[in-house]
């Protein structure tokens, strides 16, 4: 059993004792005084039957009925005590029932809260196994690298001693100026060309030339068109040596796209590593000139060289017509190097509105000038070397060319061409 919070001190019931023992005087008091007044004694009962006499003659006054006083201070004190006891003990019962609640809520919150504090706890703990792994596995890291670079600085330490012991010995350095000597580029040599505008001009009278002479190119070759293209050599009484190369592939294209992606191919300005271009012009819609410097690399040496070229394009109803005449110019002077390109797209006789043919025929030669003052020793290097990678530079450009055409008719994006690309220049 609970004791009530609120109790009366010793104060308050002294008050209220000390109220009721007063109102009980009062009281006693009051019933004496009228006693008194009805009961007083006489000396004389003759005087006393008298003034009854008088008293009988004299007429009664009349009795006044007395209105009921309001209660008294102390009277209204202590119902002020009564009722303010009672609002206590009401207030007590209340707040004995929050109490009561309160400790019930203490009770289930102390037991969540210490579930909570666990909860927390675990969590910690698991945090800092998770903090501790990786701190672990980054010394792990950091000690397996520092043990590498130890070894790698322990060998090269003594790769660096034994070069030093070999480089050190003078024989050793034998021809190391050579080495240490300006490469060889497309522009150290006699690359200034001064008959240019002479070369240009011939190479434009032998386009038009080679033009007239294309019609009866292909008599010799089948009609019917597949994809190959093949390099062969003969022997020509006029230039010697000579290295043809022969390509055809059906495209599923009309022949004025075909033709024209050649063109565009033909006259876009590129960068290769050992090919620079000194100028690419149009002196008209259909006609492009060239001026470049390349050299030509292989296990040999390698050979610097000047070229020069002169392309148009003739346009007629049942054919398109590109032909290429160029000249490098080696160092050797008075030995130059030509090649003679035909390219020729005619409709498909299968489909002649969406279908075309194309053939490429490709000539190499060598071509003595007037007054060649070069050695024969010279002149045996370029056929042997120079011509050779040459030709076979000219073949992985015909048949980078002819991938082009067949991956833009089909709108295939460029692979193989790409990687042929690499080989011809």
């Known amino acids: 059993m609970q004791t009530p919070l609120l109790e009366p001190e010793a104060d308050d019931l002294a008050t209220v004792a000390e109220a009721l023992a007063f109102i009980d005087a009062y009281e ?41 006083n309001p209660a008294g201070y102390s009277t209204r004190l202590l119902h002020r005590k009564k009722a303010e006891m009672q609002r206590l003990r009401e207030e007590s019962l209340q707040l004995e029932a929050k109490v009561a609640q309160l400790r019930h809520t203490r009770a289930v919150g102390v037991g969540a809260l210490a579930a909570h504090a666990s909860q927390l706890k675990r969590k910690a703990e698991f945090k800092w196994m998770e903090l501790a792994m990786a701190e672990f596995q980054r010394r792990q890291r950091s000690e397996y690298m520092n043990r590498r670079l130890t070894a790698l600085l322990a060998n090269q330490a003594k790769v660096d001693d ?28 006699l ?35 597949t994809i190959s293209c093949k390099m062969r050599r003969k022997a020509d009484a006029h230039h010697g040596e000579m290295v043809e190369i022969v390509s ?33 012009q149009a ?29 148009k394009k003739f346009e007629e109803a049942d054919r398109v017509v590109l032909v290429r005449a160029s000249r490098m110019l080696p160092a050797t002077d008075g030995l130059h190097l030509r090649n003679d390109a035909w390219t020729i797209f005619t409709r498909s006789e299968a489909d002649p509105t969406e279908a075309c043919e194309v053939r490429t025929f490709v000539q190499l030669y060598m071509e003595r000038q007037p007054g060649l003052s070069a050695s024969p020793k010279d ?9 050779e990678t040459w030709s076979l530079k000219m073949r992985w450009h015909a048949q980078y060319l002819q991938e082009m055409m067949i991956e833009a008719a089909a709108g295939d994006q460029a692979g193989t061409s790409q990687q042929l690309l690499k080989n011809a220049c």
């Open 28 to 68: 006693g008091s009051t019933s004496e005084s009228g006693s008194d007044s009805v009961q007083s004694p006489h000396p004389n009962s003759s005087s006393g039957v008298d003034v009854l006499n008088s008293v009988d003659e004299q007429p009664k006054p009349k009795h006044k009925r007395r209105s009921k």
């Open 162 to 189: 034994a070069l030093r012991s070999v480089v050190m010995k003078r024989s050793v350095l034998e021809g190391i100026e050579f080495v240490f000597e300006k490469p060889l580029t497309s522009q150290s040599s």
């Open 191 to 225: 690359h200034s060309v001064d008959n240019s505008s002479v070369i240009m001009a011939q190479l434009e009278i032998k386009a038009a030339e080679m033009y007239l002479g294309s019609r009866g190119l292909f008599e010799g070759e089948s009609k019917f068109c």
């Open 248 to 280: 055809c592939a059906p495209l599923s294209c009309p022949m004025e796209i075909a033709s024209s992606s050649l063109w565009r191919e033909l006259t876009t300005l590129r960068t290769f590593p050992d090919k620079t271009y000194r100028y690419m």
């Open 283 to 311: 002196s008209s819609s259909n006609v492009m000139e060239k001026c470049f410097d390349q050299i030509l690399r292989s296990n040999a040496a390698a050979t610097p060289l000047n070229g020069l070229q002169v392309m």
């Open 379 to 387: 002149i045996a290097y370029l056929r042997k070397v120079a011509f």
